[in-house]
């Protein structure tokens, strides 16, 4: 079974500070490592994916996520963030057997003050 | 092209009640899965269904139930409704079933058990 862990709950910054929103995995078999945004009373929105090749993938908004599979994480990251990127933060993870189902963390929650 | 759709968006049932939503996904999806988010327990898998069959189900009781139709449209079932049902329900399409398939989520179902 698959299974993360993202250790912080809540992450305080101010704006245009760098943030690291940190995820860990757990899996015996090939995964596939998404990381979702979800603002209040919405849905999820997929931010960036890694399938496969390159380690390092970015999304149109400015973050950025690294897979690192001798630690078995994949860490979001953002140089300069906006007021605007206050929200939670999923990291989710789903494996090559054919089924569709995403374990996710428990969330980390982005408040980006003034 | 439209996103998912989920009705209703908000709903208050009485414990014992049954309820059924409903999720449209994007056009030309065939896969949809659903998730339920509580504070407690966080987003947890409910089913996966493709060509109106389930394919795969969570640890979830058997009160929870859900089929798809022949235009890939799902309803999902709760009967004899309990305090902890209360929840946001997700729906989340796919072009198809499999892990490297990016899924698109709806805004949701809140569901209020009183």
């Known amino acids: 079974a698959q299974s993360v862990t993202q250790l912080d709950s809540q992450v305080p910054v101010f704006e245009e500070a760098p943030v690291e929103l940190r995820c860990n995995y757990s899996?015996?078999?090939?995964?596939?490592l998404f990381w979702y945004v979800q603002y209040p009373n919405q849905g999820l929105q997929l931010l960036l994916k890694?399938?496969?090749?390159?380690?390092l993938v970015e999304s149109i908004n400015g973050f950025e996520a690294e897979f690192n599979k001798s630690q078995t994480s994949f860490h979001l990251r953002k140089p300069s963030v906006h007021i605007s990127d206050t929200a939670e933060y999923f990291c989710?993870?789903?494996?090559?057997?054919?089924?569709?189902?995403?374990?996710f963390g428990t969330g980390t929650r982005l408040l980006v003050s003034p | 092209k439209a996103g998912v759709t989920q009705t209703p968006r908000y709903l208050i049932k009485t414990r014992g009640q049954q309820v059924t939503l409903s999720c449209s996904p994007i056009?030309?999806?065939?896969?949809v899965s659903w998730y339920q988010q509580t504070p407690g327990q966080g987003l947890q898998f409910l089913f996966e269904?493709?060509?109106?069959?389930?394919?795969n189900k969570g640890n979830f009781p058997g009160r929870f139930s859900g089929r798809q139709f022949s235009n890939s449209r799902s309803e999902m079932n709760v009967s004899t409704l309990e305090l902890g049902d209360s929840a946001l329900y997700l729906c989340?399409?796919?072009?198809?079933?499999?892990?490297?398939?990016?899924?698109?989520f709806g805004p949701g179902t809140r569901l209020t058990v009183t």
């Open positions: 989340a399409s796919s072009l198809m079933p499999g892990g490297p398939n990016e899924q698109y």
């Open positions: 899996s015996s078999v090939s995964v596939y």
């Open positions: 890694y399938l496969s090749g390159s380690t």
């Open positions: 989710a993870v789903t494996t090559n057997t054919g089924f569709q189902k995403l374990v």
């Open positions: 056009s030309g999806h065939r896969s």
């Open positions: 269904y493709f060509s109106e069959t389930q394919r």
